[in-house]
């Protein structure tokens, strides 16, 4: 079985992760940008990050015959300064041009709070003047519906958007629906403390069927693992889908989604 896990931030992993990830049969993975732990004082900071993404990440995956893509952005968290978000945002255009670069994400809403929304805009009127895909997330918990509906109405006000060129991340039962409705893809991230178990995504497998969803694992700093991909394949597999059903969920679905950009390109020993 090949894997891609479409959302995972190897920045916080240890390399056994990587040694995991390649026997399991992990072909490729994108790391968006995300919120370290703490909130970063400089932009500088960020271009450090930027740099590590995009520079040493790919080379550290290489190692294990891993493809490695990312993302660009200021996430949602600390979007609340909004100086210091304006200030990332303009460096970002240097980084989409690099080879492994997907395009912006994970933007989105935290506490759905005003800053939030006018960084979420002003990094969507980006992604939409360069021509490049969107990764979304959605906040947590209590404020995840209400946090889902404002992106997606933002989304699909600025006609300059393709829903298929967007992927709404940590979908759930109360929210999948939003983003599936208007033809955007869908991400069900397995994160047993606080998103989805293997068994709750399987049941959105067999609820909603397999077009335009994928599933990751979000592995970061908390409680977190690129196993729990491969959990929801053993539990989806187990009540007896077709090989090309799931396939469909764990591999060709996040390449179809990826292949929009001209950077994605699998090895021909992947592929
Ligand atoms: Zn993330």
Same mark, same amino acid.
């Given at each position: 079985?090949?894997?891609?896990?479409?959302?995972?931030?190897?920045?916080?992993? /240890?390399?056994?992760?990587?040694?995991?990830?390649?026997?399991?049969?992990?072909? %490729?993975?994108?790391?968006?940008?995300?919120?370290?732990?703490?909130?970063?004082?400089?932009?500088?900071?960020?271009?450090?990050?930027?740099?590590?993404? /995009?520079?040493?990440?790919?080379?550290? %995956? %290489?190692?294990?015959?891993?493809?490695?893509?990312?993302?660009?952005?200021?996430?949602?968290?600390?979007?609340?300064?909004?100086?210091?978000?304006?200030?990332?945002?303009?460096?970002?255009?240097?980084?989409?041009?690099?080879?492994?670069?997907?395009?912006?994400?994970?933007?989105?809403?935290?506490?759905?709070?005003?800053?939030?929304?006018?960084?979420?805009?002003?990094?969507?009127?980006?992604?939409?003047? /360069?021509?490049?895909?969107?990764?979304?997330?959605?906040?947590?918990?209590?404020?995840?519906?209400?946090?889902?509906?404002?992106?997606?109405?933002?989304?699909?006000?600025?006609?300059?958007?393709?829903?298929?060129?967007?992927? #709404?991340?940590?979908?759930?039962?109360? /929210?999948?629906?939003?983003?599936?409705?208007?033809?955007?893809?869908?991400?069900?991230?397995?994160?047993?403390?606080?998103?989805?178990?293997?068994?709750?995504?399987?049941?959105?497998?067999?609820?909603?069927?397999?077009?335009?969803?994928?599933?990751?694992?979000?592995?970061?700093?908390?409680?977190?693992?690129?196993?729990?991909?491969?959990?929801?394949?053993?539990?989806?597999?187990?009540?007896?889908?077709?090989?090309?059903? #799931?396939?469909?969920?764990?591999?060709? &679905?996040?390449?179809?989604?990826? %292949?929009?950009?001209?950077?994605?390109?699998?090895?021909? &020993?992947?592929?």
């Amino acid at each position: 079985m090949r894997y891609i896990d479409p959302h995972i931030h190897c920045i916080s992993r /240890t390399t056994d992760d990587y040694i995991f990830m390649a026997r399991a049969g992990v072909v %490729a993975v994108s790391e968006p940008a995300f919120w370290a732990g703490f909130d970063r004082t400089t932009v500088e900071s960020f271009y450090d990050y930027f740099r590590h993404l /995009t520079d040493y990440e790919p080379l550290r %995956a %290489a190692k294990y015959g891993i493809q490695h893509y990312s993302w660009m952005c200021i996430n949602a968290k600390e979007a609340e300064n909004v100086t210091l978000s304006r200030e990332v945002i303009k460096i970002i255009p240097e980084f989409l041009d690099r080879p492994t670069v997907l395009g912006i994400g994970e933007i989105g809403l935290n506490k759905n709070t005003r800053n939030e929304i006018t960084i979420f805009e002003e990094h969507v009127d980006l992604a939409a003047r /360069t021509n490049q895909l969107i990764l979304i997330h959605t906040p947590h918990l209590e404020d995840k519906h209400k946090g889902t509906a404002i992106i997606t109405s933002i989304l699909k006000n600025d006609k300059r958007i393709k829903p298929e060129r967007v992927l #709404i991340d940590h979908c759930e039962e109360q /929210t999948i629906r939003l983003a599936r409705d208007a033809g955007f893809w869908c991400g069900l991230t397995i994160y047993p403390v606080s998103k989805v178990t293997p068994q709750r995504g399987a049941d959105l497998l067999e609820i909603y069927g397999t077009d335009k969803i994928m599933v990751n694992s979000a592995s970061d700093w908390g409680e977190s693992g690129p196993q729990y991909l491969m959990d929801t394949c053993l539990e989806y597999t187990r009540r007896g889908h077709a090989r090309a059903d #799931i396939e469909k969920v764990f591999f060709d &679905n996040p390449a179809r989604f990826f %292949a929009q950009s001209p950077k994605w390109k699998l090895d021909a &020993n992947s592929a």
